[in-house]
């Protein structure tokens, strides 16, 4: 069982900055491909960005390609996702979620462990 807890999400100006963070208990973390997806009201839950096992491969929607960057760090068992020139289109609930190994493309129905969420809102 892996539980995991969302933070750093919160009002943002457009062009601006943030960092969500995901800590994750147990001690199996390293085992785990993690990602964040997001959800905007009446929409469908989309794919963001992955990393690896070991963090040294990652993979991001086009959406986020060249503005948002994943990393973790197994020591601490959390991982993070640097926004950058947010835009307003970013605005959502933001999910971390854990997987068993595998490919780096994630879709919803292959995770196995999701955090609650942690909202993020770009104003423009």
């Known amino acids: 069982q892996v539980q995991l807890v969302e933070s750093g999400g919160g009002l943002v100006q457009a062009g601006g900055s943030l960092r969500l963070s995901c800590a994750a208990s147990?001690?199996?973390?390293?085992?785990?491909?993690m990602g964040w997806f997001r959800q905007a009201p009446g929409k469908e839950r989309e794919f963001v960005a992955a990393?690896?096992?070991?963090?040294?491969?990652?993979y991001y929607a086009d959406s986020v390609k060249g503005r948002d960057t994943i990393s973790r760090d197994n020591a601490k068992n959390t991982v993070y996702l640097q926004m950058n020139s947010v835009k307003p289109e970013d605005t959502a609930v933001y999910y971390c979620?854990?997987?068993?190994?595998?490919?780096?493309?994630?879709?919803?129905?292959?995770?196995?462990?999701w955090g609650q969420g942690t909202q993020v809102t770009v104003s423009s």
């Open positions: 990393i690896s096992r070991s963090g040294g491969d990652t």
């Open positions: 147990g001690r199996t973390f390293s085992m785990y491909v």
């Open positions: 979620a854990a997987r068993r190994p595998g490919l780096l493309v994630m879709v919803p129905s292959d995770v196995d462990y």
